[in-house]
């Protein structure tokens, strides 16, 4: 029996790249080698196939949408949204429902405006590679198991509570690992430490604006402050990430706001440690190490409901209840 031939990167490249809702004069410009669309769609999918060769990369059209028909594909109860605080998600990487990895890329990213000067389209490319490889990095982890949701399971948690905690540590774990790789690689031009101010501001205002509607509608006040609380979390992870990549501090600024001194300062030192126990580059994380640093994380963001004033209990079925003090 001869042996089957082996696929060259551009055949493995071809095979493992999908365009979703996307128009038909969208895709000609795509398919056009000479035009930016169809180069920057190929530095990306370069940039993930080095890193995470299996996975599958869609360029959508309607990015929420695509994350959404995965979710409902795996039947997950999951309402995706791409507001995250002071900033949009442009990308995703996931689990599909035949088993493998999918990461999903809003396609705007790949059409410039006509009036970009050469410096600003410099640091477009940049910031698509850095995307790149900040999702390639979340499916190689997934490709050994050492994505959160493996990490979890291993953990064999019983309470509702520390279910909670484990998930939210995980999240801000793995956006830790893929933005130190990514900071690594290709600098993000598009985001400053400064601009973690922006953050602040929309953390403080939605805990504001939950604690206003706690007293009239409880349960739209719950959701608000706990999305309000990820996403801070996310953005907190990638704060401590490019610190170590770059080697520097948090800038003064920062240090002595309001913001920091009431919503990260508490938080920051036992934060940095927690997360500086994991391996720097895509060297691989043993897996009692992710558990244990797991298990340091959960009590620092039990933690940020106290210093934001709100209580939190599960009854026994897993049902969770908000207090405002």
Not at 18 to 37: G, I, N
Request: net charge negative.
């Amino acid at each position: 029996m001869s042996e089957q031939p082996e696929e060259s990167p551009a055949e493995t490249l071809a095979l493992n790249v999908q365009l979703e809702y996307m128009p038909p004069e969208a895709v000609a410009l795509l398919a056009d080698e000479a035009l930016s669309p169809h180069q920057l769609l190929s530095g990306i999918s370069a940039q993930i196939a080095g890193i995470a060769p299996s996975a599958r990369i869609c360029f959508s059209g309607d990015f929420v949408q695509s994350v959404q028909d995965r979710f409902d594909a795996r039947d997950l109860s999951v309402e995706y949204g791409a507001v995250r605080g002071a900033n949009f998600a442009v990308a995703k990487t996931m689990r599909s429902a035949s088993g493998g990895v999918d990461i999903v890329v809003n396609a705007e990213m790949l059409f410039l405006p006509a009036d970009i000067d050469q410096d600003e389209a410099h640091n477009h490319v940049i910031l698509l590679l850095h995307l790149a490889a900040h999702e390639a990095v979340h499916a190689l982890h997934h490709s050994r198991g050492e994505d959160s949701e493996a990490t979890f399971n291993s953990m064999m948690i019983t309470s509702p509570s520390d279910a909670y905690y484990a998930t939210e540590a995980g999240t801000v774990i793995e956006e830790y690992r893929a933005e130190l790789v990514a900071e690594q690689m290709h600098a993000n031009p598009a985001s400053t430490i400064l601009s973690f101010q922006d953050d602040l501001a929309s953390l403080a205002g939605s805990i504001d604006d939950a604690r206003a509607l706690s007293t009239t509608d409880v349960s739209r006040a719950a959701r608000l402050h706990l999305a309000a609380a990820t996403n801070y979390w996310k953005a907190l992870s990638l704060v401590a990430a490019r610190l170590r990549a770059a080697g520097t501090d948090i800038p003064r600024p920062i240090l002595t706001s309001a913001g920091w001194q009431k919503y990260a300062a508490p938080l920051w030192e036992r934060w940095q440690a927690a997360l500086g126990e994991l391996p720097i580059g895509l060297a691989a994380a043993d897996a009692e190490l992710l558990r244990e640093v797991t298990r340091e994380m959960m009590p620092i963001l039990e933690q940020f409901f106290v210093m934001t004033g709100v209580a939190r209990s599960w009854d026994a079925d897993g049902g969770g209840y908000m207090y405002w003090r």
